[in-house]
């Protein structure tokens, strides 16, 4: 099986490039993230055409997640148990479904904006109600993967440049700690290989030429259980996705699973 994950940054925006790269790929399931649509503005009849099946979380304008599959999908969930809201609203950032032997998470976590910023402390607490929503998949003997935009560096050299974050967000240790509480549910990062210089990169801000100069930062992840992970034989970031007109500010993870 071949699945991924893919901040598409407005699948309205970028639907042409994404129908394009699943029949190229070949993949079988794709988590996708900031979706920025509402669940009947999402373009399911022309994914079904592709052999798609869709399960969505939106509610239109920001956020929004998907997971796409066509190996079938039951048992989905939409939003996190205990979910702890922003500024008195619960924002569609998790989604989850059983895909033929898998289940996967698609999930956008918040951005945190700033550190001194009430979002901040909502992206700490967002973690751990996602750490409680995803334990008992975690420990369990199926194969099983949150995949998605975590918006946080998991160490120093996944970004382009330390010193150009001090002070902000994505890299703080409080963050960190919150990624290493989650592997604590029984999840390792599965690290992907980059198609092209050292480090395998999945976002690069569409300002300051950072794609071309590769300021890049690696935040779209996928944290596996035992299971999962014993089934990887591949994964890599598909670095030719970001290129082009059109193109989204992330790039899909890819992995390849013997299944």
């Not at 066509?70 to 989604?95: C, H, T, W, Y």
């Not at 330390?162 to 599965?190: I, K, M, N, Q, Y």
Request: hydrophobic fraction near 40%.
């Amino acid at each position: 099986m071949r699945i991924a994950t893919w901040n598409v940054n407005s699948i309205t925006a970028r639907l042409p490039r994404l129908l394009a790269w699943l029949e190229s790929s070949g993949t079988d399931v794709l988590c996708l993230q900031e979706a920025k649509v509402s669940e009947e503005q999402f373009p399911a009849e022309q994914l079904r055409e592709l052999g798609y099946e869709s399960a969505v979380h939106a509610t239109g304008r920001w956020n929004g997640v998907a997971v796409l599959s066509r190996v079938g999908i039951e048992d989905v969930v939409k939003g996190l148990p205990g979910d702890p809201g922003f500024d008195g609203s619960v924002e569609p950032r998790a989604i989850s479904a059983t895909c033929g032997p898998l289940r996967v998470w698609s999930v956008y976590v918040p951005n945190g904006r700033e550190v001194d910023h009430p979002h901040y402390a909502y992206k700490l607490q967002w973690f751990e109600a996602l750490k409680s929503a995803v334990a008992g998949d975690a420990a369990g003997s199926r194969p099983f993967a949150v995949m998605g935009d975590y918006n946080v560096a998991p160490t120093d050299e996944d970004v382009y440049d330390r010193a150009a974050f001090e002070g902000a967000t994505h890299v703080t240790p409080a963050e960190r700690a919150a990624l290493a509480s989650l592997r604590e549910a029984g999840l390792s990062d599965v690290v992907p290989r980059p198609l092209k210089y050292d480090h395998p990169f999945t976002y690069w801000d569409y300002r300051q030429l950072c794609f071309p100069k590769n300021r890049g930062m690696r935040i779209d992840l996928v944290y596996a259980n035992a299971p999962f992970g014993k089934a990887v034989k591949d994964a890599y970031v598909d670095r030719e996705e970001r290129k082009g007109k059109g193109a989204s500010d992330h790039a899909p993870v890819v992995v390849d699973l013997d299944v």
